[in-house]
């Protein structure tokens, strides 16, 4: 009877053990199942089931919990919030991104981001530069070197982060406007800035005409130095000049090119201009000509300019006939016996210029000194002109002439006794920023 007993007890702690271990078995699975599925769909695509007592189920206290929705949008990195679904995926077109926020209205089919700028030109003036899909300054690390040049042929250049249509001279293609100040290409001002450009040779600004920096290939050259100078074929260049400034003329004309460079400081005689078209003739390091029996530079024909340049020792120093037209900038004409500068029918503009010690010299039979003025073209005009000390007149005209900041002084006599009436104009009074040359 005892061991019946004994053998119910060992039948009954045998059961309840595997009770024990069929719940346990049960419990496991279930806690395995839910956090298994919550595992698998973790992320904002994620849909867990909860029932009313907070341990899973199908019951009627079930609620979805979308991924995404009109209050909660998607993260850049998946932009676009199926609202039917509540899913959050790539951008497929700019369409979908430009209905966001505006702020990034592109998009970059490659990551499915929606970002900021696809190309430069989306980008605004304040950031031109469009890097990784953001707008940046031109100059930010990682932004293309050609930015701003793909971006528009206006502003090619890069300069403080903006895009600007120069950042120096060299940026600067169109020849009428060779030089950059402030970011932008204009017309050249002194000849300082051609050299820097392009070098010394010409080194002249042709700021008299298009604002252009010469070249050589439109520069005949004449330096009268005998260890250096030649004549014919093949000379004329910086290496090989011409002797004379008539071979340089002559040789600007014959082939075409519009510039005669001078070097000093060795003299070279007269020469003519005679046309048609024009020439001018700019002098460097003390370039000097020296008229001898007749006069140093005339124009008979044609336009001639002529800067830089000391005249001296003519008969006159200038002169221009009619069907021609002479103006100087920045002259001296000093101490031609002939006289200074004569008009006889032709244009002259004559400025910055002194105009000393000239004359006497006879025109017509009548004695004249600085500057003598004979039936003038229209446009004949005198600016920061100064007129001392020459012999008879200052300045003696047949018809009034336009004229501003001449002054005109010397031997003794009054300003105004230097000029004759039939000028039309009187003498400033005294040498200042707007009284004679400077």
């Known amino acids: 009877m005892g061991a019946l007993t004994g053998t119910r007890r060992k039948a009954a702690s045998l059961l309840l053990t595997w ?5 346990l078995q049960a419990a496991c699975e279930s806690e395995t199942r839910i956090s298994g599925d919550a595992g698998v769909d ?3 695509d994620a849909t867990l089931l909860v029932d ?4 899973g189920g199908t019951g009627g206290g079930d609620a979805r919990e979308p991924g995404c929705s009109t209050e909660a949008p998607c993260s850049e990195g998946a932009p676009i919030c199926d609202l039917a679904t509540g899913l959050c995926g790539g951008c497929a077109d700019d369409g979908a991104c430009a209905a966001l926020d505006g702020a990034q209205p592109f998009c970059d089919t490659s990551s499915g981001r929606c970002v900021a700028c696809l190309s430069h030109d989306a980008c605004p003036s304040s950031a031109p530069a469009c890097v990784a899909g953001a707008c940046a300054a031109c100059d930010a690390p990682g932004a293309a070197t050609d930015a701003c040049k793909v971006r528009s042929a206006g502003t090619p250049a890069c300069a403080g982060g903006l895009c600007v249509e120069c950042a120096g001279s060299a940026d600067c293609l169109l020849s009428a406007k060779p030089i950059c100040a ?17 070098g010394a040779d010409p080194g002249v600004c042709m700021r008299h005409e298009d604002g252009r ?13 005998p260890s250096k100078c030649a004549a014919g074929p093949g000379a004329g260049s910086a290496a090989m000049p011409l002797c004379g400034l008539q071979q340089g003329v002559d040789a600007a004309k014959a ?5 005669v460079v001078l070097k000093g400081p060795g003299a070279v005689d007269r020469a003519t201009w005679s046309g048609p078209g024009k020439v001018s003739v700019v002098g460097k390091a003390g370039a000097l000509v020296r008229g001898g029996a007749g006069p140093g530079f005339q124009a008979t024909g044609g336009e001639v300019y002529l800067r830089d340049l000391k005249l001296e020792a003519g008969d006159p120093g200038l002169k221009v006939t009619t069907g021609g037209t002479l103006r100087v900038d920045n002259a001296r004409v000093v101490n031609n016996p002939g006289g200074g500068v004569l008009v006889e029918g032709g244009k002259l503009v004559l400025e910055r210029t002194l105009v000393s010690g000239n004359g006497p010299g006879l025109f017509t039979g009548f004695p004249w000194g600085g500057i003598a003025i004979q039936s003038p073209a229209p446009g004949t005009r005198l600016e920061r002109v100064s007129v001392t000390d020459n012999e008879i007149s200052g300045i003696s005209c047949s018809s009034a002439v336009a004229a501003s900041g001449v002054l005109s002084t010397g031997h003794g006599n009054s300003a105004a006794a230097n000029i004759t009436p039939t000028c039309g104009f009187t003498s400033c009074g005294a040498p200042s920023a707007n009284c004679g040359a400077p």
């Open 42 to 44: 973790a992320g904002p």
């Open 52 to 55: 009313g007592d907070g341990m």
């Open 19 to 23: 009770v024990a271990l069929i719940t």
């Open 255 to 259: 082939q075409g090119k519009p510039l």
């Open 213 to 225: 920096c010469a070249t050589a290939a439109d520069t005949v050259f004449v330096e009268n130095l």
């Open 182 to 198: 402030a970011n932008a290409c204009r017309a050249c001002e002194g000849d300082p800035e051609c050299v820097a450009k392009l």
